[in-house]
Structure formats: C-alpha cells, structure tokens
C-alpha cells in the first residue's frame, strides 16, 4: 500500500522508513469501513426522513392551493351578488392562506434542497465505500505476498 494510499485511509501521512504492518494496516481498513457503512445506514435513515416530510409537505401545499383557489371562487361570486361584506371578510382570509401557501413553498424548497445535499452526500460515502473495499483488496494481497516470501 502507498503513502498516499494510507493517507487516504487514515487521514494521516506515512514515511516510508515507518511502513505498516500489514495486519495493522487492515484493522484500520476495517476500522474505517464499518464507520463508513455506518454513516452510509444514517444518512439513509436521513433521507427517508427526508422524502416522508416532503410528501407530507407537497400533500399540505396541494390542499392549501385548493383551499385557497376555493375562496377565490367564493370571492368572486360575492362580489357578483353584491356581498361585500362577506367579499371583504373571505379576501381576510384569502391573504391568510396565501402567506401559509408561501410558507409551505419555502418548507418544500428547503427539504427538496437538503434531500439533494443528502443525496450527494451519501453517493460520496457509497464511493468511499469502494476505495476502501479496493485499499482492503489491495493490502491483502501484499499481506499475503509478504507471507510468501517469508516463508
């Protein structure tokens, strides 16, 4: 395994006159593949957090945009039939709905934006997760070559 291979691993630089032992070298692969497997399981378990609120949230936008187009209507015909009173009181509430309206756009906004960060976030981990399969394979190899040769 290279130096910059380890230091990949392990966060850490290695001389050259310091080289690890292969068993050693291993432990901290291991070390580092369960932690990244855990983290990959959180943030799976983030994402589905994720994607239940959003639905929750769009569910609740879609029935306020029709409340809200409901009392359009309601307005409209008030105002037809010479209601004002009753035009003025649903227009109250026609500014009410639309401030929840844009307040929920901005819950959607928001937990679409971090369901993307998560996304990336967890192909990151799952790449990570492949280099250091590879790293595993590779001190393997020359853990058992090295064994080889002195035996």
Same mark, same amino acid.
């Given at each position: 395994?290279?130096?910059? /291979?380890?230091?990949?691993?392990?966060?850490?630089?290695?001389?050259?006159?310091?080289?690890? !032992?292969? *068993?050693?070298?291993? *432990?901290? @692969?291991?070390? %580092?593949?369960?932690?990244?497997?855990?983290? $990959?399981?959180?943030?799976?378990?983030?994402? =589905?957090?994720?994607?239940? %609120?959003? &639905?929750?949230?769009?569910?609740?936008?879609?029935? $306020?945009?029709? &409340?809200?187009?409901?009392?359009?209507?309601?307005?409209?015909?008030? &105002?037809? /039939?010479?209601?004002?009173?009753?035009?003025?009181?649903? =227009?109250?509430? @026609?500014?009410?709905?639309?401030?929840?309206?844009?307040?929920? %756009?901005? &819950?959607?906004?928001?937990? *679409? !934006?971090?369901?993307?960060? /998560?996304?990336?976030?967890?192909?990151?981990?799952?790449?990570?997760?492949?280099?250091?399969?590879?790293?595993?394979?590779?001190?393997?190899?020359?853990? !058992?070559? !090295?064994?080889?040769?002195?035996?």
């Amino acid at each position: 395994m290279t130096n910059s /291979t380890l230091f990949l691993i392990t966060g850490e630089a290695f001389s050259a006159e310091a080289p690890m !032992s292969g *068993e050693v070298t291993l *432990e901290l @692969i291991d070390r %580092h593949l369960a932690d990244t497997r855990a983290k $990959c399981r959180e943030i799976k378990q983030t994402l =589905d957090w994720l994607k239940l %609120h959003l &639905r929750i949230e769009q569910k609740s936008l879609r029935a $306020c945009s029709g &409340r809200l187009s409901n009392l359009e209507n309601r307005a409209r015909l008030a &105002r037809r /039939t010479g209601a004002q009173v009753l035009a003025a009181y649903v =227009d109250e509430a @026609i500014k009410d709905l639309e401030k929840e309206e844009d307040a929920l %756009h901005l &819950r959607v906004a928001d937990l *679409e !934006s971090r369901l993307a960060v /998560t996304r990336f976030t967890l192909q990151r981990k799952r790449r990570r997760l492949v280099e250091l399969k590879r790293a595993r394979e590779i001190a393997l190899r020359r853990k !058992s070559r !090295s064994a080889a040769t002195r035996a």
